[in-house]
Nanobody, 117 residues
Protein backbone atom coordinates (compact mmCIF):
# COMPACT_ATOMS: atom_id res chain seq x y z
CA UNK A 1 0.00 0.00 0.00
CA UNK A 2 1.23 3.45 -0.91
CA UNK A 3 -0.30 6.60 0.52
CA UNK A 4 -0.05 9.98 -1.18
CA UNK A 5 -1.20 12.95 0.87
CA UNK A 6 -1.87 16.41 -0.52
CA UNK A 7 -3.78 19.59 0.14
CA UNK A 8 -1.64 21.29 2.73
CA UNK A 9 -0.71 24.93 2.56
CA UNK A 10 -0.74 28.24 4.36
CA UNK A 11 -4.05 29.53 5.68
CA UNK A 12 -5.09 32.28 8.05
CA UNK A 13 -6.62 31.49 11.41
CA UNK A 14 -10.30 30.74 11.00
CA UNK A 15 -9.81 29.38 7.52
CA UNK A 16 -10.34 25.89 6.12
CA UNK A 17 -8.40 23.27 4.24
CA UNK A 18 -9.20 19.88 2.86
CA UNK A 19 -6.50 17.25 2.77
CA UNK A 20 -6.58 14.21 0.52
CA UNK A 21 -4.89 10.84 0.81
CA UNK A 22 -4.90 8.51 -2.14
CA UNK A 23 -4.18 4.87 -1.37
CA UNK A 24 -2.78 2.65 -4.05
CA UNK A 25 -2.28 -1.06 -3.88
CA UNK A 26 -4.61 -3.60 -2.35
CA UNK A 27 -7.13 -1.22 -0.83
CA UNK A 28 -9.39 -4.06 0.30
CA UNK A 29 -6.70 -5.17 2.74
CA UNK A 30 -6.80 -1.88 4.65
CA UNK A 31 -8.23 -2.42 8.13
CA UNK A 32 -8.03 1.20 9.25
CA UNK A 33 -6.98 4.48 7.70
CA UNK A 34 -6.66 7.87 9.26
CA UNK A 35 -4.86 11.14 9.73
CA UNK A 36 -2.16 11.99 12.22
CA UNK A 37 -0.19 15.16 12.69
CA UNK A 38 3.20 16.17 14.03
CA UNK A 39 3.58 19.70 15.27
CA UNK A 40 6.88 21.59 14.99
CA UNK A 41 9.28 20.59 17.72
CA UNK A 42 7.17 17.62 18.77
CA UNK A 43 8.51 14.13 18.39
CA UNK A 44 5.22 12.30 18.58
CA UNK A 45 2.46 12.22 16.05
CA UNK A 46 -1.06 12.59 17.36
CA UNK A 47 -4.24 11.11 16.00
CA UNK A 48 -6.59 13.54 14.29
CA UNK A 49 -9.25 11.28 12.81
CA UNK A 50 -9.59 7.69 11.73
CA UNK A 51 -11.77 5.13 10.05
CA UNK A 52 -11.31 2.13 12.28
CA UNK A 53 -12.04 -1.53 11.69
CA UNK A 54 -15.76 -0.85 12.16
CA UNK A 55 -15.68 1.49 9.17
CA UNK A 56 -17.04 4.35 11.23
CA UNK A 57 -15.19 7.63 11.72
CA UNK A 58 -13.68 8.28 15.11
CA UNK A 59 -11.99 11.31 16.64
CA UNK A 60 -10.08 12.02 19.83
CA UNK A 61 -12.07 14.42 22.04
CA UNK A 62 -9.72 17.30 21.27
CA UNK A 63 -10.34 16.95 17.52
CA UNK A 64 -14.12 16.69 17.53
CA UNK A 65 -16.05 19.49 15.93
CA UNK A 66 -13.49 21.11 13.61
CA UNK A 67 -12.16 18.07 11.77
CA UNK A 68 -14.15 15.69 9.59
CA UNK A 69 -12.83 12.56 7.95
CA UNK A 70 -14.56 11.17 4.90
CA UNK A 71 -13.75 8.85 2.05
CA UNK A 72 -14.46 8.02 -1.55
CA UNK A 73 -13.98 4.27 -1.71
CA UNK A 74 -14.35 4.23 -5.48
CA UNK A 75 -11.30 6.48 -5.73
CA UNK A 76 -9.42 4.92 -2.79
CA UNK A 77 -9.23 8.36 -1.26
CA UNK A 78 -9.63 9.60 2.28
CA UNK A 79 -10.22 13.26 3.05
CA UNK A 80 -9.74 15.45 6.10
CA UNK A 81 -11.84 18.59 6.16
CA UNK A 82 -10.40 21.09 8.61
CA UNK A 83 -12.44 24.13 9.60
CA UNK A 84 -11.87 27.10 11.86
CA UNK A 85 -8.16 26.43 11.85
CA UNK A 86 -5.98 27.78 14.63
CA UNK A 87 -2.25 28.48 14.76
CA UNK A 88 -1.78 25.43 16.99
CA UNK A 89 -3.09 23.26 14.15
CA UNK A 90 0.17 24.00 12.35
CA UNK A 91 1.78 20.64 11.69
CA UNK A 92 2.71 18.09 9.10
CA UNK A 93 -0.32 15.93 8.51
CA UNK A 94 0.21 12.27 7.71
CA UNK A 95 -2.04 9.61 6.31
CA UNK A 96 -1.63 6.23 8.02
CA UNK A 97 -3.08 2.84 7.19
CA UNK A 98 -3.07 -0.54 8.86
CA UNK A 99 -3.51 -3.59 6.71
CA UNK A 100 -3.83 -7.31 7.04
CA UNK A 101 -0.62 -7.66 5.04
CA UNK A 102 1.76 -6.77 7.84
CA UNK A 103 1.94 -5.66 11.45
CA UNK A 104 3.63 -2.32 10.81
CA UNK A 105 1.41 0.52 9.57
CA UNK A 106 1.94 2.35 6.30
CA UNK A 107 2.61 6.09 6.35
CA UNK A 108 2.25 8.66 3.63
CA UNK A 109 4.86 11.33 3.07
CA UNK A 110 2.98 14.06 4.92
CA UNK A 111 1.55 17.39 3.84
CA UNK A 112 2.40 20.58 5.69
CA UNK A 113 -0.27 22.85 7.09
CA UNK A 114 0.64 26.29 8.38
CA UNK A 115 -1.96 28.44 10.09
CA UNK A 116 -1.02 32.07 10.50
CA UNK A 117 -2.49 34.30 13.18
Amino acid sequence: VQLQASGGGVVQAGGSLRLSCVASGTFSSINSIGWYRQAPGKQQRELVAIFGSSGNPAYPPSMKGRFTISRDSAKNTVFLQMNNLRPDDTAVYYCRAETSQRAAPYWGQGTKVTVSS
